[in-house]
Structures are given as structure tokens and as C-alpha cells.
């Protein structure tokens, strides 16, 4: 079994019981004490506004975008504070020039961040299609009928060989929200580019557990209460300056120049649109929210995320080699253990139901509460997700959970 010497994220960092194992913020993270604390300084501040200067105001959501550009290996230009996933991608998808007989193209199976953005796009004619990954990958209310990866599953080449004149932009998850599987980011954008199609990602199920190369990206969204560790209500949009400055500026009025300064009349309306990320920003910032977030990212940025991919990765190998041996698990571990060796997974491990239904996983997750263990299924298949704060004693107890699952 694993030895765990040095956990990237500190247990103390966190509220959580010694007595609870929570493997699911690929749902819902746990917040850092930190966070809370700098979300109570702020609103302690709020109860006596006369201390919140403009500066002090202006400084909030700068010192978010620059943590978030430092998680990123981004520029903190190039961020634009949202509300959640699908409120980047929404952005994103209102700012493109996309027209009658343009289409969208997805993988079958996406979470709805990722679907509803391009579809409400067909009022105006543009075409939305999906693509199915492997043989037999089927989503909806199909969803359990659906066989999972196969060891040899190739998605960038279905995806690539599915572009067509047509196609203006290829919308992925970086990693699956279901069966957690990781795409070649790199592979799709070089398609992706010599056919002059956009690369838009939706990174949440990667975000704080994954790096990430933007370069080879035009577009990356991301909500923050998952692996970003902090309370729901804010997202993350990173656009390439290329794409950005063929992007329609959403109109508010703090995405113009001087904006929040008060160095001009409001009323002057001759102003240039910014071309950074606030271009795309909705008004006033959520100062409370924004806090937190900054904090969570700093957490985060002090572990680092190449130590905590690390660490997750251990976690990973230890859980499915225990599964190896596990009757009821066996065949579904060989399967993962190849595709964690190909690296198609990493921290999310989705075991498929092969058949067993939504009743054995709800069976599953009765029996993992029972014992103090929080999880996750979605659409056939049960989600174990680590992060940094996992330990040894964790790994421990959800083996002898799925261990103890009859043949």
C-alpha cells in the first residue's frame, strides 16, 4: 500500500473530519480554511463600507486573475472572471462570429456547460453535432446502454476525422466528467489549426489537479468550486489574444476603457473597448466570492499543481492495483490500469457498471456513506476523484469499501 510522506495539500488546511473520506470534488471541493477567512475578513469590511476604498476595490478581482494566471501559467491580461463554466463558455459562444451554416462540433457525452452554450446558437443557425468517441459510446437516455474507453480508445482521431468545411470550432472536455477520461490536448490543436477550427475547452475536471499548456488552446473555461477548491458562484476564462481580439465585446460598461477609474464622467461614452479579458466581464465584481477564490488559489499555487498531479497519480496506481485483485472489480481495473499507462486517466477513476445498473451504484455509494465515504456515479459509471489532501488512511478505506463489494 501507498506510504504517503508528504501530502501536497496539508489535512490542516481543511475542516475535514479524520472519520470522513471525501472523494468527490470532481462534484463539489472541499473550501481551505483560508479561503473562509479572507470570505469573513472581506464581509467583516462590508459591515463598514467607509473602509472599502476604490483601490481596495479595483485590488480584489486583480488579485484573483493574477493567482489565476499564476495557476494557469497564463497572463493575468488574458483572464476574464465569470460566473461558472458555462458562463465562460456562454461568453465565448455569444462573442464568436458564428453564422447560418457554421457548425459547432462536440464529443458525445458532454456535460451540459459544454452542450447548451452551442445549442442555443441554432436560433441562428449555426449547426451543433456530436461525435461519438469509441464503438459502442452512447449518451443520453442511452447513457447506461453505453460501453466505456476501450484500452486502445483514440478520441483525437475520431474527433479530427469528423471535422468538416463546416466545422468553425471543436468544444471538448479536457478531462470526462463520467469516465474520466483525458484527451491529447496538443494532438486535437494541431488539427485543429491546420483547418482553421477553433479549440475550445472546458477544464474543470482537470483544473488544480492537472497542468495545463494553454498554448495549445484557443479557449479554456473553468468553474472553481471543483479541483479549484472554492465556493461556487465564480469561473475562470482564459482566451488566446488571437482569439480575443476577434471576439465581440459583451457590452458592460466596466469593459471599457477607465472605466473604474473615475478619472471621467460616466456619461462619456467615447471610449475604446478594452482588449484584455475584463472586455468580456459583467459589471461590478462579487467582492465576497472573489476573495475566497484568491485564496483558494494561492493554497493551491503554494503546493503546486505538478505536486499534487504527483500525488494523485500514486493514489491512482495503488487504488486500481488493490481493484486488480478484486473480483467484483477485476476486469474493470485491468481495463483502467492500461489506460492510466497510456495516460488516458489520471486522478478521476470512473468504474463502469458492465451491466450492474444504476441500483448496484446506488448500493455502492449507501454503503460508502455508511462507512464515512463520499463519492460519486454518473451515468453508469462510480467516480472516485482524488486531490492533495488524500492520505494513506484514505486510500485505505476506499479499497476496503470496493473490496467488500460482492462478485
Request: glycine share 8%; hydrophobic share 45%.
Amino acid at each position: 500500500m501507498l506510504c504517503v510522506m508528504h501530502l501536497p495539500l496539508s489535512r490542516d488546511l481543511f475542516t475535514l473530519p479524520r472519520d470522513l473520506t471525501w472523494v468527490m470534488h470532481c462534484a463539489e471541493g472541499p473550501v481551505p480554511i483560508r479561503a473562509a477567512d479572507a470570505a469573513h475578513a472581506f464581509l467583516t469590511k462590508e459591515l463598514a463600507p467607509w473602509t472599502l476604498g476604490v483601490e481596495e476595490w479595483l485590488k480584489i478581482p486583480q488579485r484573483a486573475r493574477a493567482e489565476a494566471a499564476r495557476l494557469l501559467g497564463a497572463e493575468a491580461s488574458q483572464v476574464t472572471l465569470t460566473h461558472s463554466t458555462s458562463a465562460a463558455l456562454t461568453i465565448l459562444a455569444q462573442t464568436l462570429a458564428l453564422g447560418p451554416g457554421d457548425e459547432v462540433m462536440v464529443p458525445r457525452g458532454e456535460f451540459p456547460s459544454n452542450a447548451w452554450p452551442w445549442r442555443a446558437l441554432e436560433s441562428r443557425g449555426v449547426l451543433f453535432r456530436e461525435v461519438p468517441l469509441w464503438p459502442g459510446h452512447t449518451s443520453g437516455a442511452a447513457c447506461l446502454n453505453s460501453t466505456p474507453p476501450p484500452v486502445d480508445v483514440d478520441p483525437e482521431l475520431r474527433l479530427l476525422e469528423a471535422l468538416r468545411p463546416e466545422t468553425k470550432l471543436l468544444a471538448v472536455s479536457w478531462v470526462r466528467f463520467q469516465d474520466g477520461l483525458t484527451l491529447d490536448l496538443p494532438r486535437l490543436y494541431d488539427g485543429c489549426r491546420g483547418r482553421g477550427v477553433i479549440l475550445a475547452v472546458d477544464g474543470i475536471q482537470g483544473a488544480g489537479t492537472l497542468p495545463i499548456d494553454l498554448s495549445v488552446t484557443d479557449a479554456f473555461a473553468t468553474g472553481v468550486h471543483k479541483g479549484l477548491l472554492a465556493p461556487q458562484g465564480h469561473g475562470l476564462l482564459w482566451t488566446s489574444d488571437a482569439l480575443r481580439a476577434a471576439m465581440h465585446p459583451m457590452g458592460s460598461w466596466m469593459s471599457v476603457a477607465d472605466a473604474d477609474l473615475g478619472s471621467r464622467p460616466y456619461t462619456d461614452l467615447q471610449r475604446e473597448w478594452l482588449t484584455d479579458g475584463r472586455r468580456f466581464e459583467q459589471g461590478g465584481q462579487h467582492g465576497l466570492g472573489l476573495s475566497a477564490l484568491t485564496e483558494s488559489l494561492r493554497v493551491l499555487n503554494e503546493a503546486t499543481v505538478t505536486a499534487i498531479r504527483a500525488h494523485t497519480h500514486e493514489l491512482t496506481q495503488a487504488l486500481l492495483q488493490a481493484l486488480r485483485r478484486t473480483p467484483a472489480f477485476e476486469a474493470e481495473a485491468a481495463r483502467l490500469l492500461e489506460l492510466f499507462a497510456r495516460g488516458r486517466i489520471h486522478h478521476l477513476v470512473g468504474l463502469h457498471h458492465h451491466g450492474r445498473g444504476s441500483a448496484f451504484l446506488n448500493a455502492l455509494l449507501e454503503t460508502a456513506r455508511a462507512q464515512g465515504i463520499y463519492a460519486t456515479a454518473r451515468e453508469g459509471y462510480l467516480r472516485i476523484a482524488w486531490h492533495g489532501y488524500h492520505d494513506e488512511t484514505d486510500l485505505e478505506r476506499v479499497c476496503h469499501w470496493l473490496q467488500g463489494t460482492p462478485a
